[in-house]
């Protein structure tokens, strides 16, 4: 069973510049949710995939846009980056069956926007 | 706004001293709940959850956690820490089974050996 992957593991950006962040979900699972961790704190939910669309969405700014693949993966695109854009971006993959559910992370991209 | 608060952002204990992580939520309605470990250097790794049926459930390594729902609380509980504990705890909520989990700040563990 392969887990969730994320890529790249590290990003040095401008302010202004656009980025985009890979995820691959772990086999099996077909919900990819993204999240925003900063330093110190816990994990902010940005947005949920599901089939392809967006399932859900946190307090987050359209300038953060995401994509799903029919094999699952997943995009993180963010626009017009800011300096608090600088974080750790998780990925977490889960499947849709039942009323609860486990999400498994991948590794994070440590993004530093400069 | 629907939040998780953890009360200790760091603690530090000597091996074999009982541990107790305190989470509180904020929502009156049905919740799932969680708590998620980072060890150094590894990615978040699901301890245990509640979902429903009995408020004390068994996580791995020897870790509980009782939900009590009169007192918005799950906090995390181990009767005798090792060294190998050193990590960060999340404890994170999902409301209604709908689509996010709420996190809090976390809590950083450092076990003297």
């Known amino acids: 069973e392969t887990g969730v992957t994320q890529s790249p593991t590290h990003l040095i950006k401008t302010r202004g510049q656009q980025v985009t962040l890979r995820c691959s979900s772990q086999?099996?699972?077909?919900?990819v949710s993204w999240y925003q961790q900063a330093l110190g704190q816990g994990p902010q939910f940005i947005f949920q995939?599901?089939?392809?669309?967006?399932?859900g969405r946190g307090n987050f700014p359209p300038r953060f846009s995401g994509l799903q693949f029919p094999n699952y993966s997943s995009e993180l695109n963010v626009n017009a980056l800011e300096l608090d854009d600088s974080a750790l971006y998780l990925c977490a993959s889960s499947t849709s069956q039942g009323k609860a559910y486990e999400q498994y992370f991948g590794p994070g991209t440590r993004l530093t926007v400069t | 706004a629907q939040s998780v608060s953890q009360h200790n952002h760091h603690v530090i204990l000597s091996e074999a001293a009982s541990l107790e992580l305190g989470c509180n939520y904020s929502y009156g309605g049905t919740v799932n709940l969680f708590w998620y470990v980072q060890y150094p250097g590894q990615h978040l790794q699901l301890l245990l959850k509640y979902f429903s049926g009995d408020p004390l459930v068994k996580g791995i390594k020897g870790f509980e956690a009782e939900f009590i729902k009169s007192k918005f609380s799950f906090n995390l509980r181990k009767p005798s820490v090792q060294w190998s504990d050193t990590a960060e705890y999340f404890c994170?909520?999902?409301?209604?089974?709908?689509?996010?989990?709420?996190w809090g700040a976390g809590t950083k563990l450092i076990i003297k050996p």
């Open positions: 086999s099996g699972h077909n919900t």
């Open positions: 995939y599901y089939r392809e669309e967006e399932n």
């Open positions: 994170a909520v999902n409301p209604d089974s709908n689509y996010q989990l709420i």
